[in-house]
């Protein structure tokens, strides 16, 4: 009966994780925007610029191929009118709303999205409006993600906002609209939106994110469209550099130089060069004039020497002597 408990206990435990919105969150992932995240504004149609509005990345129109109001508006990155580059990020930007579209689970919301905090999720709505002030919390979770299906419009009103706290990045929040999607007046808006169909930007809203129109047009009026910041968790960087750089370099180059310059300059130039020089000037000066002086000097060995001498003197006083007789007895003979 216990093992049956602790069972039934787990499996309650994992239903509350999947069916609860901190659930779903943790093992939401990010929708790839792929190259259509190189651009501020993307349409279908065309895009019409009134007053100084500012891109902070690249424009682009495909199958359109217009764009008007630049100048006075300014963009930081490029502009594409229906070449190739337009096309991908097009087709990247519909592989990416199918995307947001189709996750689950989700929670459903009402219309009003005014005066609420979420959390990290999948929400559905009908149709969205905002009034005020919509609150994102990421849980102290940077790579937090919310996306927001809405089936047909998004209209926010003048001076609203959606607002972040507790680390939350609006490049993971994701609003994929059915029709058309309208930011007011003033508004400060956060987030990717992915339209079908248009996105009208009202005199001095602002977005810090990316407003990306399907088949219709962008509609802009001095805005000002920022890159949203993508934070990461901090864990992620630490380890990758820290482990490859200290191991590599350090084994390489210690054992490789060490044993091969030691052994080879050192026996060839100590032994050659000592040997010659020393060995053969040396011995041949030192022996022959050593013999030489010692019969002359006497004064180590010379005991052994006198009698050598002595007897060869006797030697040749004998044989003068002899030759002194045979000389006279000539002399006698011959007189």
Same mark, same amino acid.
């Given at each position: 009966?216990?093992?049956?408990?602790?069972?039934?206990?787990?499996?309650?435990?994992?239903?509350?994780?999947?069916?609860?919105?901190?659930?779903?969150?943790?093992?939401?992932?990010?929708?790839?925007?792929?190259?259509?995240?190189?651009?501020?504004?993307?349409?279908?149609?065309?895009?019409?610029?009134?007053?100084?509005?500012?891109?902070?990345?690249?424009?682009?129109?495909?199958?359109?191929?217009?764009?008007?109001?630049?100048?006075?508006?300014?963009?930081?990155?490029?502009?594409?009118?229906?070449?190739?580059?337009?096309?991908?990020?097009?087709?990247?930007?519909?592989?990416?709303?199918?995307?947001?579209?189709?996750?689950?689970?989700?929670?459903?919301?009402?219309?009003?999205?005014?005066?609420?905090?979420?959390?990290?999720?999948?929400?559905?709505?009908?149709?969205?409006?905002?009034?005020?002030?919509?609150?994102?919390?990421?849980?102290?979770?940077?790579?937090?993600?919310?996306?927001?299906?809405?089936?047909?419009?998004?209209?926010?009103?003048?001076?609203?906002?959606?607002?972040?706290?507790?680390?939350?990045?609006?490049?993971?929040?994701?609003?994929?609209?059915?029709?058309?999607?309208?930011?007011?007046?003033?508004?400060?808006?956060?987030?990717?939106?992915?339209?079908?169909?248009?996105?009208?930007?009202?005199?001095?809203?602002?977005?810090?994110?990316?407003?990306?129109?399907?088949?219709?047009?962008?509609?802009?009026? &001095?805005? !000002?469209?920022?890159?949203?910041?993508?934070?990461? =968790? $901090? @864990?992620? +960087? *630490?380890?990758? #550099? /820290?482990? %490859?750089?200290?191991?590599?370099?350090?084994?390489?180059?210690?054992?490789?130089?060490?044993?091969?310059?030691?052994?080879?300059?050192?026996?060839?130039? &100590?032994? !050659?060069?000592?040997?010659?020089?020393?060995?053969? =000037? $040396? @011995?041949? +000066? *030192?022996?022959? #004039? /050593?013999? %030489?002086?010692?019969?002359?000097?006497?004064?180590?060995?010379?005991?052994?020497?006198?009698?050598?001498?002595?007897?060869?003197?006797?030697?040749?006083?004998?044989?003068?002597?002899?030759?002194?007789?045979?000389?006279?007895?000539?002399?006698?003979?011959?007189?």
């Amino acid at each position: 009966m216990s093992a049956l408990t602790a069972v039934a206990a787990g499996g309650a435990a994992v239903a509350v994780l999947v069916f609860s919105g901190t659930g779903a969150s943790a093992a939401e992932a990010p929708v790839n925007l792929g190259t259509a995240a190189n651009f501020s504004v993307l349409a279908g149609e065309r895009v019409t610029n009134t007053g100084p509005s500012f891109l902070a990345q690249s424009l682009g129109v495909s199958p359109g191929s217009a764009a008007t109001g630049f100048p006075p508006g300014v963009v930081a990155g490029e502009i594409h009118l229906a070449d190739a580059v337009a096309l991908q990020a097009k087709n990247d930007l519909t592989t990416a709303y199918n995307d947001a579209a189709g996750r689950t689970p989700f929670t459903n919301l009402p219309a009003e999205l005014g005066g609420t905090t979420l959390t990290p999720g999948v929400y559905r709505i009908g149709a969205a409006q905002l009034t005020g002030t919509l609150t994102l919390d990421s849980q102290n979770d940077p790579a937090a993600v919310f996306i927001f299906q809405i089936a047909s419009t998004l209209v926010t009103a003048s001076g609203s906002s959606v607002v972040f706290i507790n680390g939350a990045s609006p490049c993971n929040v994701y609003w994929q609209v059915g029709s058309s999607a309208t930011i007011g007046t003033g508004s400060r808006f956060m987030g990717n939106i992915l339209a079908q169909t248009s996105i009208a930007m009202n005199t001095g809203a602002t977005l810090q994110g990316r407003a990306l129109a399907r088949t219709g047009e962008v509609t802009l009026d &001095t805005n !000002t469209i920022n890159a949203p910041a993508c934070l990461q =968790p $901090t @864990g992620t +960087p *630490t380890s990758t #550099p /820290t482990g %490859t750089p200290t191991g590599t370099p350090t084994s390489t180059p210690t054992g490789t130089p060490t044993g091969t310059p030691t052994g080879t300059p050192t026996g060839q130039p &100590t032994g !050659t060069p000592t040997g010659l020089p020393t060995g053969t =000037p $040396t @011995g041949q +000066p *030192t022996v022959a #004039p /050593t013999r %030489t002086e010692l019969p002359v000097t006497g004064g180590r060995g010379g005991s052994g020497l006198l009698p050598a001498l002595s007897a060869v003197g006797s030697i040749a006083v004998a044989s003068g002597a002899a030759l002194l007789l045979l000389l006279r007895r000539r002399r006698q003979i011959e007189s």
